[in-house]
Structures are given as structure tokens and as C-alpha cells.
């Protein structure tokens, strides 16, 4: 994770609402790069998206198309409950 972020998110503890999480990077360590996000935002996140540099290829914009797709999903179910 940034040190920029990692600060942003120590800074700011259980500050957020729903969040949703992503991570660029050029090897295997997006998964704990999330896991950590999420522990310091002390939230679940709605969606999670992790782009590894192999990913840019045709199967870079189904990875995209399903995080869009969870944070529709979410927003979605707030708007029902908040009705």
C-alpha cells in the first residue's frame, strides 16, 4: 500500500461509510494490500478489485465490468433501504 493512503486510512479511522476497494499492482501482493485497506478503513468493503500488470489484456475489462457491477449492486440495496 502508498504510505500516502496507509496515512489516509490511519488518519481517518472508522470515518467511513461504504467503501469500495481497489489495488494496481505489478505483482502477487493485491489481496493483502486489500485485506490491510480494510482492517485500517475498519469497514467491509461493497466491491473489491485487484489489476495486476498481467491483467491488461482482454480479461482486464471483465475484472472491471464486475467491480462496476458489485458497486451498482450496492448502491442499489442502499437506496432500497434508505427508502
Known amino acids: 500500500m502508498s504510505s500516502p493512503m496507509r496515512r489516509y486510512l490511519l488518519d481517518h479511522p ?5 467503501i469500495a ?9 493485491g489481496p493483502k494490500v486489500l485485506l490491510e485497506m480494510t482492517k485500517l478503513a475498519q469497514r467491509r468493503p461493497v466491491a ?5 500488470e498481467g491483467d ?11 467491480f462496476v457491477d458489485a458497486l451498482q449492486k450496492a448502491t442499489a440495496r442502499a437506496r432500497r433501504i434508505a427508502a
Not at 21 to 29: A, C, K, L, Q
Not at 56 to 66: E, F, G, I, P
Open 14 to 18: 472508522g470515518k467511513f461509510g461504504r
Open 21 to 29: 476497494v481497489f489495488v494496481t499492482v505489478g505483482g502477487r501482493g
Open 48 to 52: 473489491t478489485l485487484v489489476l495486476r
Open 56 to 66: 491488461l489484456d482482454d480479461d482486464l475489462v471483465h475484472k472491471v465490468a464486475d
